[in-house]
């Protein structure tokens, strides 16, 4: 057998690339036929299951979602502020009373707090700006005394005051613009509109260009009047509603000061002075106050593609007579928080575990962001507690997860991985992420391929928000229907999970398979506001509480064949089209740069590794239908599936961000939020090296022959075969 996988991968690395065209555009493929839900399961396993999953479904109630969702969100809590602390002992007792086994992590955090802020035109007349939302008679958490003005953490400490610049979104590709227009940063103070990429890299390009301060406001055609009525009549931005939110962009999640180990009190940390962390002044605001120094505005118009939405001309350079005042000033220390971990320990196989999470933290009160989530969480971990008192546990551990910190830099989620890093790459299944879960009736995920069976057929247990109807009698049916994947008929589509969230730690350094699952669709946003409220919830997301009850019962059918299949319901066949696909996308954004990317001796490999995951797929799906495999092939199949997401680590990392080791997804080094697939290849286009491509397809031939190898392994499991390591991350 060790010859064998050898072979493999000799054969994988061998060659020039050649032979096989580049991919092109194709037809959809004919839908599937539905197959059986249960196939993971012997036949005489398979009503038990389905009588499991009508049980978690039955617990979950609106009235229990509403309770909880008020009790979360009642007050607003930032991560380290008293708040907070109120609410992780909350979290844990409602933990505690459904008999999980709780853990309360204890973090010691780098963080920014706010201490005072202004923002004022100086001249032609001066004028102090608004920075903080105003009191709405209709909405009652608007003047919550522990509501702060609007801030950005981690913004630099000092006074700025300067002419003025206009840079749009505040993208790389922004500032380059401007440097070709002739327009200097040096010395000025840039205002940027949200959207278009992480704030924090905003404030990372404006600093690196010269700027000395800079003003992030909300515009109107991004979230606002020209997207539909404003709150409180409607749900979309007012003209004070102002966007909070974290500007660090350091290469790695997590704490600042502790990369690569957990932020506990006596833990090592570098020197903040050696932590490149923002040092000029930042400061959100709403568009009226935006509008006042953009209308004063006297420069050359904007180009193209850069006019917001208020109304006049936007102009890209201030003149002289137009002078701002910015002052900033925050601390950073030492901070207390926690994550709140609750453990159902799986009946058969304890050791692996399947985590969902959501955090806990909210800029403001947290009622969208993220508390839509964190009701879910509980009323997932609710329905398997329940069924777990009636004796009905499931086989492998739930670990139900609240994690601290997020909004900062992903940093609990991060810690927490930080101090399980071992078990976790020996045993976890998958991690589900519930960030914002409950925002509107339409179901949507983003996903690593081995989870996308599991999930889009997990879909087809749940009716849609309103019931049944003609035309969408299921959750799959109404997503298909509003979201269908172009290359798979009857399919829905998934996206890509890039930064942004609590899955970054999971897939991106433990290679770990992730999904996020949630409902959109509500006709507003209040993101990081004072806004962010139940009221607003009410009015907006509404008061039935549907679409948590129908994300919480897609959650529960996952949770559920993920912990009790007999064979790990993670499908090895998604992994070749995807990449292809991915890859295919990639050669065109190259070939749009000039650059050949040479794929056709890895596009021969990924054939290769299609058919041979269909044909090993096929036959274990045969003899689990046959019941002809025992408790110790099952567990050596389970043991090769597990492991093989782990096959795309490089231990070293990727290039200048070695913290992000998984070579198949990894956030936008430049944006933030957007995913980079393939990230090992798309470095190297970026900067336009040809070595670096070349290694790069070295790297993910080498991936294929790993994935091989363990397609290999389950093949001996399934000749009796005892458990053998394959290759893997180097």
Same mark, same amino acid.
């Given at each position: 057998?060790?010859?064998?996988?050898?072979?493999?991968?000799?054969?994988?690395?061998?060659?020039?690339?050649?032979?096989?065209?580049?991919?092109?555009?194709?037809?959809?493929?004919?839908?599937?036929?539905?197959?059986?839900?249960?196939?993971?399961?012997?036949?005489?396993?398979?009503?038990?299951?389905?009588?499991?999953?009508?049980?978690?479904?039955?617990?979950?109630?609106?009235?229990?979602?509403?309770?909880?969702?008020?009790?979360?969100?009642?007050?607003?809590?930032?991560?380290?502020?008293?708040?907070?602390?109120?609410?992780?002992?909350?979290?844990?007792?409602?933990?505690?009373?459904?008999?999980?086994?709780?853990?309360?992590?204890?973090?010691?955090?780098?963080?920014?707090?706010?201490?005072?802020?202004?923002?004022?035109?100086?001249?032609?007349?001066?004028?102090?700006?608004?920075?903080?939302?105003?009191?709405?008679?209709?909405?009652?958490?608007?003047?919550?005394?522990?509501?702060?003005?609007?801030?950005?953490?981690?913004?630099?400490?000092?006074?700025?005051?300067?002419?003025?610049?206009?840079?749009?979104?505040?993208?790389?590709?922004?500032?380059?613009?401007?440097?070709?227009?002739?327009?200097?940063?040096?010395?000025?103070?840039?205002?940027?509109?949200?959207?278009?990429?992480?704030?924090?890299?905003?404030?990372?390009?404006?600093?690196?260009?010269?700027?000395?301060?800079?003003?992030?406001?909300?515009?109107?055609?991004?979230?606002?009047?020209?997207?539909?009525?404003?709150?409180?009549?409607?749900?979309?931005?007012?003209?004070?509603?102002?966007?909070?939110?974290?500007?660090?962009?350091?290469?790695?999640?997590?704490?600042?000061?502790?990369?690569?180990?957990?932020?506990?009190?006596?833990?090592?940390?570098?020197?903040?002075?050696?932590?490149?962390?923002?040092?000029?002044?930042?400061?959100?605001?709403?568009?009226?106050?935006?509008?006042?120094?953009?209308?004063?505005?006297?420069?050359?118009?904007?180009?193209?593609?850069?006019?917001?939405?208020?109304?006049?001309?936007?102009?890209?350079?201030?003149?002289?007579?137009?002078?701002?005042?910015?002052?900033?000033?925050?601390?950073?220390?030492?901070?207390?928080?926690?994550?709140?971990?609750?453990?159902?320990?799986?009946?058969?196989?304890?050791?692996?575990?399947?985590?969902?999470?959501?955090? @806990? /933290? $909210? +800029?403001?009160?947290?009622? !969208? &962001? =993220?508390?839509?989530?964190?009701?879910?969480?509980?009323?997932?971990?609710?329905?398997?507690?329940?069924?777990?008192?009636?004796?009905?546990?499931?086989?492998?551990?739930?670990?139900?997860?609240?994690?601290?910190?997020?909004?900062?830099?992903?940093?609990?989620?991060?810690?927490?991985?930080?101090?399980?890093?071992?078990?976790?790459?020996?045993?976890?299944?998958?991690?589900?992420?519930?960030?914002?879960?409950?925002?509107?009736?339409?179901?949507?995920?983003?996903?690593?391929?081995?989870?996308?069976?599991?999930?889009?057929?997990?879909?087809?247990?749940?009716?849609?928000?309103?019931?049944?109807?003609?035309?969408?009698?299921?959750? @799959? /049916? $109404? +997503?298909?229907?509003?979201? !269908? &994947? =172009?290359?798979?008929?009857?399919?829905?589509?998934?996206?890509?999970?890039?930064?942004?969230?609590?899955?970054?730690?999971?897939?991106?350094?433990?290679?770990?398979?992730?999904?996020?699952?949630?409902?959109?669709?509500?006709?507003?946003?209040?993101?990081?506001?004072?806004?962010?409220?139940?009221?607003?919830?009410?009015?907006?997301?509404?008061?039935?509480?549907?679409?948590?009850?129908?994300?919480?019962?897609?959650?529960?059918?996952?949770?559920?064949?993920?912990?009790?299949?007999?064979?790990?319901?993670?499908?090895?066949?998604?992994?070749?089209?995807?990449?292809?696909?991915?890859?295919?996308?990639?050669?065109?954004?190259?070939?749009?740069?000039?650059?050949?990317?040479?794929?056709?001796?890895?596009?021969?490999?990924?054939?290769?590794?299609?058919?041979?995951?269909?044909?090993?797929?096929?036959?274990?799906?045969?003899?689990?239908?046959?019941?002809?495999?025992?408790?110790?092939?099952?567990?050596?199949?389970?043991?090769?599936?597990?492991?093989?997401?782990?096959?795309?680590?490089?231990?070293?990392?990727?290039?200048?961000?070695?913290?992000?080791?998984?070579?198949?997804?990894?956030?936008?080094?430049?944006?933030?939020?957007?995913?980079?697939?393939?990230?090992?290849?798309?470095?190297?286009?970026?900067?336009?090296?040809?070595?670096?491509?070349?290694?790069?397809?070295?790297?993910?031939?080498?991936?294929?022959?790993?994935?091989?190898?363990?397609?290999?392994?389950?093949?001996?499991?399934?000749?009796?075969?005892?458990?053998?390591?394959?290759?893997?991350?180097?």
């Amino acid at each position: 057998m060790v010859i064998d996988l050898l072979l493999v991968l000799m054969v994988l690395l061998a060659g020039a690339d050649e032979a096989t065209p580049t991919p092109t555009e194709t037809e959809p493929v004919v839908a599937a036929p539905t197959v059986e839900p249960y196939r993971y399961w012997p036949p005489t396993e398979r009503e038990r299951q389905q009588a499991f999953e009508l049980g978690l479904n039955a617990v979950p109630t609106a009235s229990s979602a509403r309770a909880y969702h008020e009790m979360i969100a009642q007050e607003p809590h930032p991560a380290g502020s008293p708040g907070d602390l109120r609410a992780a002992d909350r979290l844990a007792e409602a933990f505690e009373k459904l008999g999980l086994e709780v853990e309360k992590q204890e973090l010691w955090l780098y963080l920014a707090t706010p201490v005072e802020a202004s923002l004022e035109i100086v001249s032609p007349e001066p004028e102090r700006l608004r920075i903080k939302e105003k009191i709405l008679p209709k909405d009652r958490y608007s003047g919550h005394a522990d509501l702060s003005f609007g801030w950005n953490a981690f913004s630099g400490n000092g006074e700025a005051t300067g002419e003025v610049v206009y840079a749009n979104y505040g993208t790389k590709e922004d500032f380059e613009h401007l440097a070709t227009l002739g327009v200097d940063v040096k010395g000025k103070i840039v205002i940027a509109r949200y959207g278009g990429n992480f704030r924090g890299y905003k404030a990372k390009f404006a600093e690196e260009a010269g700027a000395i301060g800079l003003i992030i406001y909300t515009d109107p055609a991004n979230s606002g009047y020209v997207r539909g009525l404003m709150y409180p009549e409607g749900g979309y931005a007012n003209e004070t509603s102002i966007q909070r939110g974290s500007i660090e962009t350091l290469p790695y999640s997590g704490d600042p000061l502790t990369p690569g180990v957990a932020a506990t009190k006596d833990a090592k940390r570098l020197d903040p002075k050696e932590v490149a962390l923002p040092t000029i002044p930042v400061q959100p605001i709403g568009w009226e106050s935006a509008g006042r120094i953009l209308s004063q505005m006297r420069g050359r118009p904007v180009p193209r593609g850069w006019q917001g939405g208020l109304p006049f001309t936007y102009r890209v350079d201030g003149g002289d007579d137009l002078t701002v005042r910015l002052m900033v000033k925050q601390k950073r220390e030492l901070t207390k928080t926690y994550n709140v971990v609750g453990t159902l320990r799986g009946s058969t196989f304890p050791d692996e575990k399947i985590v969902v999470g959501c955090h @806990h /933290d $909210a +800029w403001t009160f947290g009622a !969208g &962001d =993220p508390l839509a989530g964190t009701m879910v969480l509980y009323e997932s971990a609710k329905s398997f507690a329940t069924l777990a008192k009636q004796g009905r546990r499931p086989r492998r551990s739930i670990v139900f997860a609240n994690w601290g910190a997020e909004e900062y830099g992903i940093m609990g989620s991060t810690e927490w991985i930080e101090a399980h890093a071992d078990d976790l790459y020996e045993n976890a299944v998958a991690y589900i992420n519930l960030d914002m879960a409950a925002m509107g009736p339409h179901f949507g995920s983003s996903s690593a391929p081995m989870l996308k069976t599991v999930i889009a057929e997990s879909t087809r247990a749940v009716p849609p928000v309103g019931g049944p109807t003609e035309n969408a009698k299921t959750v @799959h /049916d $109404a +997503w298909v229907d509003r979201n !269908g &994947d =172009p290359m798979l008929a009857g399919h829905p589509r998934f996206g890509h999970l890039g930064g942004g969230s609590d899955h970054v730690g999971f897939l991106c350094h433990l290679a770990i398979p992730s999904a996020s699952l949630g409902g959109g669709g509500a006709r507003g946003t209040s993101y990081h506001s004072a806004y962010d409220n139940l009221n607003w919830y009410w009015k907006v997301v509404g008061e039935s509480y549907e679409p948590a009850l129908m994300v919480t019962r897609v959650c529960n059918v996952v949770l559920a064949r993920l912990a009790n299949g007999a064979v790990l319901p993670l499908d090895p066949t998604r992994y070749a089209p995807d990449f292809e696909e991915l890859f295919g996308d990639l050669i065109a954004y190259a070939e749009g740069m000039g650059l050949d990317v040479q794929p056709r001796n890895l596009l021969k490999a990924l054939k290769e590794l299609d058919a041979t995951a269909t044909r090993v797929h096929g036959r274990l799906m045969s003899a689990v239908e046959a019941g002809a495999l025992s408790d110790e092939q099952l567990a050596c199949v389970n043991k090769h599936l597990l492991q093989m997401e782990r096959k795309w680590l490089v231990l070293s990392g990727l290039p200048e961000r070695p913290w992000f080791r998984s070579m198949y997804a990894a956030p936008d080094e430049s944006s933030g939020y957007a995913p980079w697939m393939l990230p090992a290849l798309r470095y190297g286009i970026e900067r336009k090296q040809d070595a670096t491509i070349y290694q790069s397809k070295l790297v993910y031939r080498r991936t294929f022959g790993y994935l091989m190898a363990s397609l290999s392994g389950i093949e001996a499991c399934l000749d009796g075969g005892a458990f053998v390591d394959t290759p893997g991350p180097r």
